[in-house]
């Protein structure tokens, strides 16, 4: 069994591909390295498979422009700050579009004409429409975002059904079907129409977001991912009490998935977990120390309860009408 310091250099081998890390850790701000991340980073679906057109948040011909917004923001954060820190900002999807919102409101890439617009009918909500903008060519587009962190279960080559939620309440397979078969067509409906937003509109994907692997696994993908997608590992308790070393691990927040971390040496005492009070999947951070006494994250994992596994293996089994 490779032992966790094996595992971080699995991980960190398919991130060193991404040229986007070098432009997410030269932030200081969290909240402005998340929306670096969300903008940098690469998409979780291959653009020749995912079913309908990517989103390009940051035009090749901005990124500069991009750029330099970015570190003018890390400077002065206090207006996203004010956005992003709202006390109902708990779940992480609602924080992603709360970054999302700021950046096409704020930013110098694209113009926001609505985000969260409800769609109802005969007294029903049929959906929610995420966002609608004007990019730089001043095409119509409706955005649908998702930020997604999924474990691969099984063996042999993998299937989007494989990959399931840390608390088995969704499954990659299905959330794909849902945006493309529902809330992409939200826009083009007669419905939608009505709401006098003047279309058409070119409905786009926007998902981001990592892929967790147990241990060191590298399954045959499904074509429906792209390769270069983020990664991460996850293992059990009990593989995780095994294999152990003296590395440095903590748990990361929930708001906290996104863009990785980088620790002083007073936070660095934070650095402890134990596994044995795991009840539930948690996400933790692997850390090493550098230069300046500043402690970077190495990798990120799941550790799971030791029945986990069987339970989410019947999960991505089972089927669904």
Known sequence: ????????????????????????????????????????????????????????????????????????????????????????????GLYAEALLEYFLTHGPNARLIAANVPLRAAGQTLGEVDFLLHNARRERLHWELAVKFYLHIGEGAAALSDY????????????????????????????????GFEGPWRAELFVKGRLFYRQCAAPTLPPELADD?????????????????DEAFAVVPRLAWLAERSLSNEEAGTLTFDAGALTSPTMVANYDRSAGDIWRERSRGFIVPDEWPERALRYARLTTT
């Open 229 to 245: 997608h983020l990664r991460g590992w996850w293992m059990t308790v009990s593989e995780w009490q095994e294999s152990k070393g």
């Open 1 to 92: 069994m490779p032992r966790s310091g094996d595992l971080s250099r699995v991980a960190e081998g398919g991130e060193r591909r991404v040229s986007f890390a070098g432009a997410v850790a030269r932030f200081n701000d969290a909240a402005v390295r998340d929306l670096a991340w969300l903008l940098f980073s690469p998409d979780l679906l291959s653009a020749s498979h995912a079913g309908a057109p990517l989103a390009c948040p940051v035009e090749s011909d901005k990124r500069a422009a991009v750029s330099g917004w970015l570190e003018a923001l890390d400077d002065n954060p206090e207006a996203l700050h004010a956005l992003v820190r709202k006390p109902s900002l708990r779940r992480l």
């Open 164 to 195: 399931v939620g840390p608390n088995l309440q969704d499954r990659f397979d299905l959330k794909h079907d849902r945006l493309l078969h529902h809330q992409l067509g939200l826009s083009a409906r007669d419905e939608f129409a009505s709401l």
